[in-house]
């Protein structure tokens, strides 16, 4: 008769046990059927639950620094891609290599005063540049002045230059990093050290349709700027004349 009360018994132990769960907070201490047990901690859960609670309060920190941006949706998407950026900064433009920029690197630029039109950034591209031509230079005999004192003649030449010869310099492409200045209302950009030939002249300012690299950046920051770190200044982004023309490439 024991023995059957006892059965009874050890299977309403069985479906207590069955049902027992287990819960934790984000310390780790855990309690089961609501009963905390302070000997229970679980470590994964608790590092589970602070990060849920640091990724609440980092998009509430975005939301603010995004409330005035004019692309709030961009502006989101920017910030909370920052902890990739410190792990692999390099974006490459798709399917165009050697095009890339570095993330970090996008900063607003500082131009005349204000923040809000310019961006400075790091990026990699693919630059050709044309040859020169070779070319003679036939010189000067210069003056030739002559003074007869007496039955002696003296004589001495002045401005004398010996014909030379220039050779050509071939052509190549720059395959390099660049800083960028980007014209984000312009859409132009200038980067520093680009040869537009082989005798050292430089390209200055172009449409950001003449580079990939720069065309990405624009896209996808100008619309964000206002939301981006801000670089030191610079005193001029002032197109200088004479410097190389895109169209005549």
Not at 39 to 53: G, I, P, S, T
Request: hydrophobic letters at 25%; one cysteine or more.
């Amino acid at each position: 008769m024991q023995r059957l009360l006892l059965v009874p018994a050890l299977l309403t132990l069985f479906i207590a046990s069955a049902k027992a769960e287990s819960t934790c907070n984000k310390y780790g201490v855990c309690k089961t059927n609501d009963t905390y047990d302070p000997d229970l901690y679980n470590e994964d859960e608790a590092k589970k639950q602070l990060e849920l609670q640091e990724s609440s309060s980092e998009q509430q920190g975005n939301h603010e620094k995004c409330i005035d941006a004019a692309d709030y949706k961009g502006c989101m998407e920017f910030h909370s891609q920052s902890r990739e950026e410190e792990s692999s900064p390099i974006v490459p433009v798709s399917g165009l290599d050697p095009h890339s920029y570095e993330k970090t690197s996008v900063m607003q630029l500082k131009i005349r005063g204000e923040y809000g039109r310019y961006l400075t950034f790091i990026g990699r591209t693919s630059n050709t540049y044309s040859g020169t031509s070779g070319h003679y230079n036939p010189g000067s005999p210069g003056t030739l002045r002559c003074n007869t004192y007496g039955g002696y003649t003296s004589c001495t030449r002045s401005g004398y230059i010996a014909p030379s010869y220039t050779p050509g310099r071939a052509g190549g492409i720059q395959h390099r990093r660049y800083r960028y200045q980007l014209d984000c209302i312009d859409r132009t950009f200038n980067r520093e050290g680009d040869l537009a030939t082989a005798g050292g002249m430089r390209r200055g300012w172009m449409s950001v349709n003449d580079d990939p690299t720069a065309f990405a950046v624009e896209q996808n920051y100008c619309p964000i700027i206002d939301a981006l770190p801000r670089a030191i200044e610079k005193k001029s982004t002032k197109k200088k004349r004479g410097q190389f023309d895109p169209s005549n490439r």
